[in-house]
């Protein structure tokens, strides 16, 4: 077993590397900055805790957005009060509104963790954020997981504890959901040709 000293240092050179990937996956999940920075700050606390547990060699980016996931489900279970099994489906009511303006704009100076959030959004124009996040959660979830996050079918698989197959069928009709809303929006900015 790792010394105290040793497992801190060894889960902040490693673990802390992915805050970022996981404040943006987190605000896309709750919309809000103080809960995804709370969301996050949980996550952390708990990965430290379990870092013993966690298998050297293996994904630890995956690991931490399991974590990440399974923390809010169980804080969305506590909210609603929900006795028993909840199902990843059932959030996605609760999350299908875009952000809410005074909420994002809300909070004290830009740190680290919103700054990152500040870099994804000039890379991404309010009509492509707001397509995306106008997905269902699933479809949202999985598109992050694999096309910003870059992580494999296998990972995501585990992370959302579904087959590889569901998260192929997800990815595809989320991207296909995300064609047809962006279309206006390609054709505006030149990426397609207008039909004369």
Same mark, same amino acid.
């Given at each position: 077993?790792?010394?105290?000293?040793?497992?801190?240092?060894?889960?902040?050179?490693?673990?802390?590397?992915?805050?970022?990937?996981?404040?943006?996956?987190?605000?896309?999940?709750?919309?809000?900055?103080?809960? %995804?920075?709370?969301?996050?700050?949980?996550?952390?606390?708990?990965? &430290?805790?379990?870092?013993?547990?966690?298998?050297?060699?293996?994904?630890?980016? %995956?690991?931490?957005?399991?974590?990440?996931?399974?923390?809010?489900?169980?804080? &969305?279970? #506590?909210? %609603?009060?929900?006795? $028993?099994?909840?199902?990843?489906?059932?959030?996605?009511?609760?999350?299908?509104?875009?952000?809410?303006?005074?909420?994002?704009?809300?909070?004290?100076?830009?740190?680290?963790?919103? #700054?990152?959030?500040?870099?994804?959004?000039?890379?991404?124009?309010?009509?492509?954020?707001?397509?995306?996040?106008?997905?269902?959660?699933?479809?949202?979830?999985?598109?992050?997981?694999?096309?910003?996050?870059?992580?494999?079918?296998?990972?995501?698989?585990?992370?959302?504890?579904?087959?590889?197959?569901?998260? #192929?069928?997800? /990815?595809?009709? $989320?991207? $296909?959901?995300?064609?047809?809303? /962006?279309?206006?929006?390609?054709?505006?900015? $030149?990426?397609?040709?207008?039909?004369?």
């Amino acid at each position: 077993m790792r010394d105290d000293n040793t497992r801190r240092r060894e889960f902040e050179e490693h673990a802390m590397a992915h805050v970022d990937s996981l404040y943006n996956m987190a605000l896309r999940m709750v919309f809000n900055k103080e809960e %995804a920075e709370d969301l996050v700050q949980e996550t952390y606390l708990k990965a &430290y805790r379990f870092f013993d547990t966690f298998q050297k060699g293996t994904n630890l980016k %995956a690991w931490l957005f399991k974590i990440l996931r399974n923390t809010f489900i169980n804080n &969305y279970r #506590k909210t %609603a009060s929900m006795p $028993g099994e909840i199902f990843f489906d059932d959030i996605e009511s609760i999350q299908i509104s875009a952000p809410n303006e005074e909420a994002t704009k809300s909070g004290e100076a830009v740190d680290t963790l919103e #700054k990152k959030y500040n870099d994804l959004g000039s890379l991404l124009d309010d009509e492509v954020k707001s397509a995306l996040d106008s997905l269902p959660i699933e479809y949202r979830e999985a598109i992050l997981l694999s096309d910003v996050e870059e992580l494999s079918y296998k990972d995501i698989s585990e992370i959302t504890n579904v087959p590889i197959g569901t998260v #192929k069928s997800r /990815l595809n009709r $989320g991207r $296909g959901l995300l064609q047809k809303s /962006l279309l206006a929006y390609a054709k505006d900015r $030149g990426f397609i040709k207008r039909e004369k």
